[in-house]
């Protein structure tokens, strides 16, 4: 489906997103309520109108993630939805959601003090629909955090992605 959309979230994850209603105007900057896993997210439109399958494999080519796109060849892709512009309420709703992920950073950091599990945490993000919640971590080696997730999962009542 084209064209195809670039959607950047926050720490600088980005995706692929295609129209389903054409008669939606989306420029770059502007903030879209998209297709997630299992749900929806807000990002920042940050690319617009890759037509074709050449402009896609140039615009990965340009845009390499080197910790994701290590091997060689243009990483497949599953273009996901953008439903709508963001309504300035869901805009004005960033700023929680962004307390929200601070305050889940310093729990998760005190369960792993408590655990002693040799991993630092970096970043929280919340799916918007908080449906999900991520947590991005530094460590030497491979951590079993399961039980650090049923934990987890028992405060904040959704599903944990570490």
Same mark, same amino acid.
């Given at each position: 489906?084209?064209?195809?959309?670039?959607?950047?979230?926050?720490?600088?994850?980005?995706?692929?997103?295609? #129209?389903?209603?054409? $008669?939606?105007?989306?420029?770059?900057?502007?903030?879209?309520?998209?297709?997630?896993? %299992?749900? /929806?997210? @807000?990002?920042?439109?940050?690319?617009?109108?890759?037509?074709?399958?050449?402009?896609?494999?140039?615009?990965?080519?340009?845009?390499?993630?080197?910790?994701?796109?290590?091997?060689?060849?243009?990483?497949?892709?599953?273009?996901?939805?953008?439903?709508?512009?963001?309504?300035?309420?869901?805009?004005?709703? #960033?700023?929680?959601? $962004?307390?929200?992920?601070?305050?889940?950073?310093?729990?998760?950091?005190?369960?792993? %003090?408590? /655990?002693? @599990?040799?991993?630092?945490?970096?970043?929280?993000?919340?799916?918007?629909?908080?449906?999900?919640?991520?947590?991005?971590?530094?460590?030497?080696?491979?951590?079993?955090?399961?039980?650090?997730?049923?934990?987890?999962?028992?405060?904040?009542?959704?599903?944990?992605?570490?």
């Amino acid at each position: 489906r084209w064209p195809l959309y670039v959607v950047e979230f926050k720490a600088g994850r980005t995706d692929f997103f295609y #129209l389903t209603d054409e $008669s939606i105007k989306v420029n770059i900057g502007d903030l879209a309520i998209v297709e997630a896993d %299992r749900g /929806k997210d @807000l990002g920042k439109v940050i690319d617009a109108g890759i037509k074709n399958q050449q402009e896609l494999e140039l615009y990965q080519a340009t845009h390499a993630d080197p910790l994701v796109d290590s091997h060689s060849g243009a990483r497949e892709i599953q273009p996901k939805r953008i439903f709508r512009l963001a309504e300035p309420s869901e805009v004005a709703m #960033l700023l929680s959601k $962004s307390q929200d992920e601070a305050k889940a950073m310093g729990v998760c950091q005190v369960k792993i %003090r408590q /655990k002693k @599990l040799p991993m630092e945490i970096v970043d929280a993000e919340y799916q918007w629909d908080r449906r999900k919640l991520t947590f991005y971590f530094i460590a030497e080696r491979r951590i079993d955090f399961r039980e650090l997730v049923r934990e987890l999962f028992k405060i904040y009542k959704t599903r944990i992605w570490m």
